[in-house]
Each structure stands twice: as C-alpha cells, then as structure tokens.
C-alpha cells in the first residue's frame, strides 16, 4: 500500500514562486518514475513534469521548460515541484504521481496509465 501526500500548494500572486513536496509512504520508491500532473477545472488532468529512479532523467511539459524543476530524494521517499515565474494559467490542483512498473529506467513517461499511485491533490492558485 503506497501513500502519498502533497504538501505546498496555496495562493501567490503572478510571477510568484511555489515548492510542492510529495512524501510517499508503505513502500520505498527509490526505483520507480515519480510525477507532477495538474487538472484544472473542466479540463483534462495533464503532465507537468517526471523525474526517473535516480534523478537523472527529468521530462517536463513544454510550457514549464525553464520555469519548473522537479527532484527527488530517494533518502526521504520524497518528489519536489519547484515553480517559478506562475502565471494564472498555473492554477490547478497538482498531483503526485508513481510509475506503476520498478525499474532502474532511464526514460520517465507522459502518460497518465504509466502512473498507479496518486496522491490526493494540492490547489495552487495564482492570482493577484
């Protein structure tokens, strides 16, 4: 049974800067693909960014180039979001994510069936 529990999320204002932190619980997930998604409302849920085992391999959506960063520690069983530079399109609820396969991989998936552990979700909200 895996857990996992966003923290991080709130209100900032445009241009503002936020770090989401995802902590995992009932297994070590040292070897599996973490994930962000995002879901705003009426809209399909998308990604935003995956690290792979070893944080070596990291893919993000083309509109968080340069503004997202994602990292992991394995010590901790924990994914980061660092977000930098919102603009109010970056509201959504965040979601953290676990690859369903274990594997030393090299490769982080995009979609969504790749993923069997969710967590529950945290709003970030931009707006002045």
Known sequence: QVQLVETGGGLVPPGGSLRLSCAASGRTLSN????WFRQ??????????????????????????????INRDNAKNTVYLQMNSLKPEDTAVYYCAVQIVA???????RDMSSYGYWGQ??????SS
């Open 32 to 35: 599996r693909v973490m994930g």
């Open 103 to 109: 594997g030393y991989s090299y490769s982080v998936p």
């Open 121 to 126: 979700g945290t709003q970030v909200t931009v």
């Open 40 to 69: 705003a409302p009426g809209t399909e849920r998308d990604f935003v960014a995956g690290v792979n085992w070893s944080g070596g391999t990291t893919e993000y959506a083309d509109s968080m180039k340069g503004r997202f960063t």
